[in-house]
Every structure is written in C-alpha cells, then in structure tokens.
Nanobody, 126 residues
Framework: QVQLVESGGGLAQPGGSLRLSCAASGCIFSNYAIGWFRQAPGSAREFVAGIKREGSFTRYTEHVKGRFTISRDNAKMTLHLQMISLKPEDTALYFC???????????????????WGQGTQATVSA
C-alpha cells in the first residue's frame, strides 16, 4: 500500500521561505511522476508543481513559477518543495500525490493521481 507523508509546513512571514518534504513508501517511487497540490479553505485543490520520475522535467503553476522549486531524491524516496518569497495567498494545506500510471508524466488534474498524503499546513502571515 502506497503511503505518502508530508512534513515541513508551518508559519512564515510574507517574503519568507518554507521547505516541504514528502516521504513515500509502498511503491517503486522512481517509476512515477509526483506532484504537489494545495487547497485553501473554501477553494478547490489546485496543482502547484510536478516532476517526472527521473527528475528531468518539472512543471509549475504560473502562480508559483520563479518562487517554488520541486525536487526529488529517488534513492531516499522523498520529494521536496522549496518555497521562497512566500505570499499570504500561498497559505494552504499542501499535499503530495503519485500519478496513477508509470507512463504518465506530470499532470495537473487531481484525477490523474491515485495516492495522496494527509497534507501539511503552510501559513503565510505577518
């Protein structure tokens, strides 16, 4: 059974930074693209960033380009999201998720993913 466990959330000031991590188990991690999503209260879950299985290709939503960096360590089965220049609108519950198919690249729609973590809260406030 696939398990994804996020960590690293917390409180940051506007302009500050946070580094999120996602630890995976129960699958051949290196065979799958992985994504980060976020969900703010009252809003739909939205794609933030994705990375192909070998890490050679990444994709970001326009809202975070130039501020967030997704990376992965397949040997350690971990995924990271480095967030800098944080804004109050980045406040959300952040999830990592695994795509359904080994052949799939990065995907932006939640229905393309079949395993999700419980999320880690990131709050940006002065």
């Amino acid at each position: 059974q696939v398990q994804l466990v996020e960590s690293g959330g917390g409180l940051a000031q506007p302009g500050g930074s946070l580094r999120l991590s996602c630890a995976a188990s129960g699958c051949i991690f290196s065979n799958y693209a992985i994504g980060w999503f976020r969900q703010a209260p009252g809003s739909a879950r939205e794609f933030v960033a994705g990375i192909k299985r070998e890490g050679s290709f990444t994709r970001y939503t326009e809202h975070v380009k130039g501020r967030f960096t997704i990376s992965r360590d397949n040997a350690k089965m971990t995924l990271h999201l480095q967030m800098i220049s944080l804004k109050p609108e980045d406040t959300a519950l952040y999830f990592c998720a695994k795509v359904k198919s080994e052949d799939a690249g990065t995907r932006e729609m939640p229905y393309s993913y079949d395993s999700w973590g419980q999320g880690t809260q990131a709050t940006v406030s002065a």
